[in-house]
């Protein structure tokens, strides 16, 4: 089944403590991103990969990392997450026109 | 400016009946894209439907149709003979350009819209 997984989907931590949030699509896509949703502020990108080893910055980049070393994997990384980064993160892969999403993961920064 | 704007935060339609949530954009780039995607209260994004700034005739989907209006820069969703299942969030979306090194897509804030029995 094509799809897009996130891990985990649900995650509680604390303030400065670093975190990776998975991702993964089985269905040969080059091209990757990262978004946060927020109420009352729709989707905003935060990372995009066009392939392996190319990134680059979405619209709200700052506090995160990502690293693209093979076509599957997307991982997003906090290397001190804060409270403002409460969020509900999205990974999607494209293969246009669509963008498939992943299931979502809901983090909490205490 | 707002690329994307749902002037409906909530709507409520009967279940049978036909509902139509609004999209309206703004970009002067001649190629676009309009996509339609459905959140349910689980929380994943469900691509419905799309639209692409040339195609000549509006987009279907099942019980879904984009009624796309170009002069007017809308891009509103039709969807037929509702559903309980319909009841979710829904959101316009668009990607400027032809895609390659933009597939970026910006998005509204969204609608939500919940199905009456």
């Known amino acids: 089944e094509a799809q897009v997984t996130q891990n985990p989907r649900y995650l509680i931590t604390v303030t400065g403590k670093k975190l990776t949030v998975t991702c993964s699509q089985n269905m040969n896509h080059e091209y990757m991103s990262w978004y946060r949703q927020d109420p009352g502020l729709g989707l905003r990108q935060i990372y995009y990969?066009?392939?392996?080893?190319?990134?680059d910055k979405g619209d709200v980049p700052e506090g995160y990392k990502v690293s693209r070393k093979e076509k599957r994997n997307f991982p997003l990384i906090l290397e001190s997450p804060s409270p403002n980064q409460t969020s509900l993160y999205f990974c999607?892969?494209?293969?246009?026109?669509?963008?498939?999403f992943g299931p979502g993961t809901r983090l909490t920064v205490l | 400016a707002q690329k994307i704007t749902q002037t409906q935060p909530g709507m409520f339609v009967q279940e049978k009946e036909a509902v139509t949530l609004d999209c309206t954009y703004d970009t002067s780039d001649p190629s676009y894209g309009l996509f339609w995607y459905k959140q349910p209260s689980s929380g994943e994004m469900i691509f419905l439907i799309y639209q692409g700034s040339y195609d000549q005739q509006n987009a279907t989907e099942g019980r879904y149709s984009l009624n796309f209006q170009k002069a007017r820069k809308s891009a509103n969703l039709v969807i037929s003979a509702s559903q309980l299942g319909d009841s979710a969030m829904y959101f316009c979306?668009?990607?400027?350009?032809?895609?390659?090194?933009?597939?970026?897509?910006?998005w509204g804030l969204g609608t939500s819209l919940a199905v009456n029995p």
């Open positions: 990969s066009m392939n392996v080893e190319v990134t």
């Open positions: 999607a892969s494209s293969l246009p026109p669509e963008q498939f």
């Open positions: 979306a668009m990607r400027e350009g032809r895609g390659g090194n933009n597939r970026k897509l910006i």
